[in-house]
């Protein structure tokens, strides 16, 4: 995060509730790229414009920023709160974008879905999509700042750990892989790990 | 140990799956070191269940590694060392050849 002072960053994201234009213009300072980096992630694989992520994020950020201003996130007090909530917007933003895509593919072309939003053998996806898949209603946030942690907090191996933080984030199998060091086959059995201790956590 | 489906992990548990991804990382760690240990000697560290997987992760990494060295390994070889599970050495080596062919009928230690 680009902001290391917790304390500053409560209080513009406090200007940003308020709708304040300082507040708005920071968020947009350190996030945007963010966003548009994360939903360029998640659009991998998939037929698009070249100005779809930015679209997405946008959409995401005016959306965040809106409903920041109608007092709809009134437990965001860090930059993780932050953070968790303009993920969670932008990926549904993102499934959104490509369920629509389908529909207007219908008939022809490559048959776009949620699940499509994998990467091929990347199976802690499927765990992670079930976490996104919720509406950003405050009461959903919360529950995905809650879900995220306790998920987290499962992961008591560094790697593993590290692993997930990145996939959560939207980096690549590979770019995880360039990270820490590993091998892509490597990542890809750590999160085929995270996926069943998540899966059995969800299932309860 | 019976011939099972090659890669199959629907059938494992969670603490399989945990057991198998311990002993690939002490794997990696012992080749990074120049140090790994026989293939056979790292499968003997888990439960049957979980036998077959971690061979193809293990095999899939030997292979891959002696094919970056250059070397052609010889799936034969596997199959002498690894009779109970034909599969799973055709498998790895079709994954990593390209070589579908499958594996002996019959094979012999």
Redesign the interface.
């Known amino acids: 995060m680009p902001d290391s002072n917790d304390d500053s960053v409560a209080r513009w994201i406090d200007g940003v509730k308020a709708g304040d234009a300082a507040g708005i213009e920071r968020l947009w300072d350190d996030y945007f790229q963010r966003l548009v980096r994360l939903a360029r992630a998640k659009l991998a694989g998939h037929a698009r414009r070249a100005s779809d992520e930015e679209d997405i994020a946008l959409s995401a950020f005016h959306s965040f920023c809106d409903r920041a201003g109608r007092g709809q996130f009134p437990l965001l007090a860090d930059r993780d709160d932050l953070w968790r909530v303009l993920f969670t917007i932008t990926a549904r933003k993102v499934i959104a974008a490509v369920r629509h895509q389908n529909r207007r593919k219908r008939g022809g072309g490559r048959v776009l879905g949620e699940s499509a939003l994998m990467a091929e053998g990347d199976l802690a996806d499927e765990g992670i999509a079930r976490l996104l898949d919720r509406e950003p209603t405050p009461e959903a946030a919360a529950a995905f700042a809650e879900d995220y942690q306790r998920l987290l907090a499962l992961l008591d191996n560094p790697t593993l750990r590290a692993v997930a933080l990145r996939k959560l984030e939207g980096s690549t199998i590979e770019e995880i892989a360039a990270e820490l060091g590993i091998s892509p086959r490597t990542v890809d059995r750590k999160l085929h790990l995270i996926r069943a201790l998540w899966q059995k956590e969800i299932d309860g | 140990m019976s011939p099972r489906a090659p890669g199959g992990?629907a059938d494992l548990s969670?603490a399989d799956?945990?057991q198998?991804?311990a002993a690939?990382?002490r794997f990696?760690a012992a080749r990074r070191a120049a140090a790994a240990p026989p293939l056979e000697a790292i499968l003997a560290s888990v439960p049957d269940p979980a036998r077959v997987r971690l061979l193809r992760?293990v095999l899939?990494?030997e292979v891959e590694a002696r094919l970056n060295w250059g070397e052609r390994p010889d799936a034969a070889g596997y199959h002498a060392r690894f009779p109970e599970h034909p599969h799973v050495v055709a498998a790895v080596f079709a994954l990593l050849q390209g070589d579908a062919s499958p594996p002996a009928a019959t094979p012999t230690r």
């Open positions: 992990a969670l799956l945990i198998i991804d690939c990382d990696e992760e899939i990494r």
